[in-house]
Nanobody, 116 residues
Framework: VQLQASGGGSVQAGESLSLSCGAS??????????MGWYRQTPGKQRELVAS???????NYADSVKDRFTISRDNAKKTVYLQMNSLKPEDTARYFC?????????WGQGTQVTVSS
């Protein structure tokens, strides 16, 4: 599984950004893979932002609930993260993640910077 994320950038607090992550997968149906977004800042552990199962069940970090929305398009093998009402504390490098058979696959990450 190879993941390619895009869509990061620099915005002002209160603005929005959308991230997308395309998956290159062989031999594994995309529909059975849990996909999600994590973020990490220097010196801190990577933390879950949001995830979505093949059934469309979502899970969000408390800090982003009601502001971020994760979705997936299995036909396009892509997962999206819509981020609204961004805050300076959302500044981090965001990583796309795919989980399958007990393994984690990671994209290269995309930087999101929110200034006050």
């Amino acid at each position: 599984v190879q993941l390619q994320a895009s869509g990061g950038g620099s915005v002002q607090a209160g603005e929005s950004l959308s991230l997308s992550c395309g998956a290159s997968i062989r031999y594994i149906p995309i529909s059975i893979i849990i996909m999600g977004w994590y973020r990490q800042t220097p010196g801190k552990q990577r933390e879950l932002v949001a995830s979505v199962t093949s059934a469309g069940d979502t899970n969000y970090a408390d800090s982003v609930k009601d502001r971020f929305t994760i979705s997936r398009d299995n036909a396009k093998k892509t997962v999206y993260l819509q981020m609204n009402s961004l805050k300076p504390e959302d500044t981090a490098r965001y990583f796309c993640n795919a989980k399958y058979a007990g393994l984690d696959y990671w994209g290269q990450g995309t930087q999101v910077t929110v200034s006050s």
